[in-house]
Nanobody
Framework: QVQLVESGGGLVRPGGSLSLSCATSGITFADYFMSWYRQAPSKGRELVAQIITPTVTNYAHSVKGRFTISRDDNTNTLYLQMNNLESEDTAMYYC???????????WGRGTPVTVSS
């Protein structure tokens, strides 16, 4: 059974930092490229960052320079370090695993991030 479980969300003030994790099981983690998405209230889900290998990453323009995506293929865990958070970053954050070369994908249930003073 495939499971993706996000954690690390919470309430933070503007300018603060949070570190999200996505623990996976039931997949061969190294065979998947991993992504973080987010969905703000009343908005569609949007891509935040992707990582294929530790050196091959992609970021949404709105988070570039503030967020860092990483992966640990030994512990099958995906991370998102979020710095200098803004109110516009408030959203539910989801991790997604997509098997390389296929459309097979899995989603976690999300972890909420609220940026507010």
């Amino acid at each position: 059974q495939v499971q993706l479980v996000e954690s690390g969300g919470g309430l933070v003030r503007p300018g603060g930092s949070l570190s999200l994790s996505c623990a996976t099981s039931g997949i061969t983690f190294a065979d998947y490229f991993m992504s973080w998405y987010r969905q703000a209230p009343s908005k569609g889900r949007e891509l935040v960052a992707q990582i294929i290998t530790p050196t091959v990453t992609n970021y949404a323009h709105s988070v570039k320079g503030r967020f860092t995506i990483s992966r640990d293929d030994n512990t099958n865990t995906l991370y998102l370090q979020m710095n200098n958070l803004e109110s516009e970053d408030t959203a539910m954050y989801y991790c997604k695993a997509q098997r390389l070369g296929t459309l097979d994908s899995y989603w976690g249930r999300g972890t909420p991030v609220t940026v507010s003073s």
